[in-house]
């Protein structure tokens, strides 16, 4: 009993708690102000305590994550299973282009030497990269991780850190 309570406790706005957003940082009740911010990537959420629910202010639409006692979850992934089924429509996706025109290429080959013969092989790779792409895509917005937040804070942190290193000398 004591080491479940310990493992999930509810929410409580009074806490300090992992950010949603950047997995790095914290976030914690702003003094005098209803909304909370991360102390990494500097974002503001509105937390409510009986939904045991996290807003973020300052993007639209907002995005909503649930506490479940342990970690946020994010709004997307509430009963969603990211079963086997969608793993096989990506790789079906990424390869099955592929494989076409990589057959296609294959049993009716270019006259070797003429001035168009490199473009089978070159549309093999582009479909390959372009739906590799659209897949990598697709997971980024699944599971809401805002890559260039990420990248905006981390380079934002070590600007910082070279500054002081600077002032020290
Ligand atoms: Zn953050």
Redesign the pocket.
């Known amino acids: 009993m004591q080491t479940q309570k310990k493992s999930t406790r509810p929410f409580d706005p009074q806490d300090t708690y992992p950010?949603p957003?950047?997995r790095?940082?914290q976030?914690a009740t702003m003094p005098m102000m209803e909304a909370l911010a991360?102390n990494?990537?500097?974002?503001i959420f509105i937390a409510s305590a009986e939904k045991q629910s996290l807003k973020m202010a300052d993007r639209s639409p907002p995005v909503t994550w649930h506490w479940n006692g342990k970690q946020w979850i994010g709004a997307h992934l509430e009963g969603v299973e990211f079963g086997w089924a969608y793993f096989a429509a990506a790789i079906g996706l990424i390869f099955l282009p592929t494989t076409l025109l990589g057959l296609s290429a294959y049993y009716f080959p270019p006259v070797p030497g003429s001035r168009l013969s490199w473009l089978p092989s070159a549309w093999t790779g582009l479909a390959f990269l372009s739906h590799l792409g659209i897949v990598l895509w697709l997971v980024i917005e699944f599971y809401q991780f805002p890559l260039l937040t990420y990248f905006r804070?981390w380079g934002r942190r070590t600007a910082r850190r070279a500054q002081m290193e600077i002032q020290r000398r």
């Open positions: 950010c957003v950047c790095t940082g976030i991360c990494f990537c500097q974002h804070a």
